[in-house]
């Protein structure tokens, strides 16, 4: 039942670069939504954007949705070493008949000091 | 904040005992999860709960069972675990409706081992 996929599965960057992690999935949605990821840790909700949505900003985080492609993006402005994480996308499918999130496998995000 | 507290960070078992998670969120949320993560595998949804004493079955329900008698507290069971059931185990809950678009909140994590 996954849905999404994230690219790329790795990615390690300067501290103060931009990052950009990609999503796609393959049926349509109503909405989608970014998690973060610490080492050992739970995940934390970083944004939701909805079908009707085409970009949204929360700090230094920009997400965009282009449902005609089936395809989020991530990014993360002026990195920091704190960003350093797993970052899950998370989109609507149906699990034994209920709406519910299925989530990517991930992207690493190293950032390097 | 909502906080979702899992009773062990990390937990170590033998085939065939009977084993128990426990999940306690604060914040009066109706919906409560339960995933587990492997690497290559992601996040898998093993039971979830919309309300007391109801329970669903998520992808992976086979050799787990749920029990959810208080609101805040959803329990995963082993019933004789296998060294196949070593992972790391999320819980996690969101406020209500049945839908999937609403935020949901995670605990840390029981990683446990099954010897």
């Known amino acids: 039942s996954q849905q999404g996929e994230e690219d790329p599965q790795a990615l390690s960057i300067q501290e103060g670069e931009n990052a950009t992690m990609n999503c796609s999935y393959k049926?349509?949605?109503?909405?989608l939504q970014w998690y973060r990821q610490n080492s050992g840790r739970g995940l934390v909700h970083l944004i939701l954007?909805?079908?009707?949505?085409r970009e949204k900003h929360s700090g230094r985080l920009r997400v965009t949705l282009d449902t005609s492609k089936k395809s989020s993006s991530l990014l993360i402005t002026a990195s920091r070493a704190a960003d350093t994480a797993s970052y899950f996308c998370?989109?609507?499918?149906?699990?034994?008949?209920?709406?519910?999130?299925?989530f990517g496998q991930g992207t690493r995000l190293t950032i390097n000091p | 904040d909502v906080k979702v507290t899992q009773s062990s960070r990390y937990l170590v078992k033998r085939t065939g005992e009977k084993v128990f998670l426990e999940c306690v969120q604060d914040?009066?949320?109706?919906?409560m999860f339960w995933y587990r993560q492997d690497p290559g595998l992601g996040l898998r949804l093993i039971y979830f709960?919309?309300?007391?004493?109801?329970?669903e079955k998520g992808d992976i329900p086979e050799g787990y069972s749920v029990s959810r008698e208080k609101k805040e507290r959803f329990s995963l069971i082993l019933e004789s675990a296998s060294t196949n059931q070593t992972s790391m185990y999320l819980c996690?809950?969101?406020?209500?409706?049945?839908?999937?678009?609403?935020?949901?909140?995670f605990g840390d994590g029981t990683r446990l081992s099954i010897l």
């Open positions: 996690a809950s969101s406020l209500n409706g049945r839908g999937s678009d609403q935020p949901q909140h």
């Open positions: 049926t349509s949605i109503n909405n």
């Open positions: 954007i909805r079908s009707n949505e």
């Open positions: 998370a989109t609507d499918g149906i699990i034994q008949g209920a709406q519910k999130l299925v």
């Open positions: 914040m009066d949320h109706e919906n």
């Open positions: 709960s919309y309300d007391v004493k109801m329970k």
